[in-house]
């Protein structure tokens, strides 16, 4: 996969320091921006933290793109119509959705007749903030993150599906969804992807066999974690396979 301006300084997930990640946490804003941090090319968590979140699923879009040197990954999803609920495989294009992070310029949201609010669009750093506030109702929730998006107008609980909308329409990576037809029975089905909960799965995956190789090699040759991932893939692949040929 050939580098964009994008990627600049970013570089596959794998090294020693990437397997200390718990990837598997609970607190994914910590998660996101700790991965980032290291390899997103800004070894920075303060930049990652204030960046708005599509940005940062982008840059994760990115990470997985180069890590796996794919361009799409190949997913699964049933048929919504209840008489079909056929399984079926589609394509989603990694790499073309990673290159449209949107920007970072105010939401402007049409409410009620007469009524407007501009918003900013939140960051990694209001997600940790109403993560940690814990806040007591669903209520209290929306009050809290409406309060922080809110530049101008005022805004009201009853204003969320409206200021949904309008963040979703703005930031589509936050709230993805993909359309999709059933080759069973031809309807259209819309299915929503956690964008950056997948990319977090497959790089959890990849540190996974990581550890596997480090493990199985290191047995072999008496090589450190450090020696045998400075040994390019292709290379440790094929001692892999001279390991299985001799057993």
Do not use: N
């Amino acid at each position: 996969m050939r580098p964009t301006s994008a990627d600049a300084g970013m570089r596959a997930f794998g090294h020693v320091a990437d397997l200390d990640l718990d990837l598997r946490s609970s607190d994914r804003p910590q998660l996101v921006t700790a991965l980032l941090a290291q390899c997103g090319g800004r070894d920075d968590a303060s930049f990652w933290w204030s960046r708005p979140v599509g940005v940062r699923i982008a840059a994760l879009l990115r990470l997985v793109a180069m890590t796996d040197a794919c361009k799409d990954v190949a997913l699964s999803a049933r048929c919504a119509v209840p008489a079909c609920g056929e399984l079926f495989d589609f394509v989603l294009p990694l790499a073309a959705l990673a290159a449209h992070a949107g920007d970072e310029a105010p939401i402007a949201v049409v409410l009620d007749p007469g009524r407007a609010a501009t918003l900013r669009r939140p960051t990694g750093e209001d997600l940790r903030r109403w993560r940690e506030a814990d806040p007591p109702s669903r209520e209290a929730a929306v009050r809290a993150m409406l309060d922080a998006l809110a530049l101008e107008g005022g805004l009201s609980v009853e204003d969320e599906p409206a200021v949904a909308a309008a963040l979703a329409a703005a930031d589509p990576l936050v709230d993805f969804t993909v359309a999709c037809r059933c080759p069973a029975c031809g309807a259209q089905t819309e299915v929503a992807i956690d964008l950056e909960d997948l990319a977090l799965r497959r790089l959890g995956a990849r540190q996974r066999s990581l550890v596997a190789e480090v493990h199985r090699l290191a047995s072999q040759y008496g090589w450190t974690e450090a020696q045998v991932l400075a040994v390019p893939a292709s290379r440790r692949a094929r001692y892999l396979e001279l390991i299985e040929e001799e057993r």
